[in-house]
């Protein structure tokens, strides 16, 4: 697991950017956004995908009776509306900025094909990221689907922990330095807040977890989830 989740360490806005590239910085941009503004929204044309520079933005898409899913919370780094890419014409989700003052560089899809075409390292991350994405999203729709709450929380750790986690060689236990807020956690694995906090408290209580605003840290014990 660690060999596939390992590429999320990588900051795709420095590797990607087109203004890296001669023959592309003319053309570059960067968007600023305040929070709640939506970058796009579905059935809008599919024609770029977006690097973060900085701030969060939310990926997600509505079922039929009004209910917003989250799918994913993207931030610094990161690369989104990629199935512009595959081919895709409309935008089957929505994006929206989730912090002040987010910045993000658009790029054309023709670009993306002119990058890939020149660097195959370009091409290779590319894809890469996007199977990466898809499994993530497969994996967080079946603990939707299949998992009581807080089955959903420890697995939700547990993959943040792949992402984000290491040893603490002092102790063996798994020390997460995350860039998601309590809100944030709570939209992804389709719980309330406040449902998030009992049972963060609860899992504290019983010795599995003990946490702060910036960091998780998971006893050793709790990794027998999966």
Known sequence: MNSIWCFEDVNLFKLLCPHKYKNFKKNHQINHYNKRDFIYFE??????????????????????????????????????????????????????????????????????????????????RVYKLIGLRF???????????????????????????????????GTGNRIIKHP??????????GISRPTLNILMNELKEEHLIDFNRKEIRMYKKITSVR
């Open 135 to 169: 499994k993530k999203v497969e994996r967080r729709l079946q603990l939707l689907l299949f998992k009581d709450a807080r089955t959903r929380l420890l697995e939700f750790l547990e993959e943040l922990c792949d992402e984000f986690g290491y040893d603490c060689k």
């Open 43 to 124: 059935e809008d044309h599919s024609n770029k995908v977006y690097l973060i520079e900085k701030g969060k933005v939310k990926i997600g898409y509505y079922t039929e009776d009004g209910q917003e899913i989250t799918k994913a919370i993207l931030s610094t780094g990161e690369l989104f509306g990629e199935k512009a890419i595959l081919g895709e014409d409309k935008r089957n989700e929505f994006a929206q900025s989730i912090e002040n003052d987010t910045t993000l560089c658009p790029v054309g899809v023709d670009t993306m094909y002119g990058l890939m075409r020149d660097n195959k390292t370009f091409s290779f």
């Open 180 to 189: 998601y807020t309590q809100k944030d956690m709570a939209s992804l694995i």
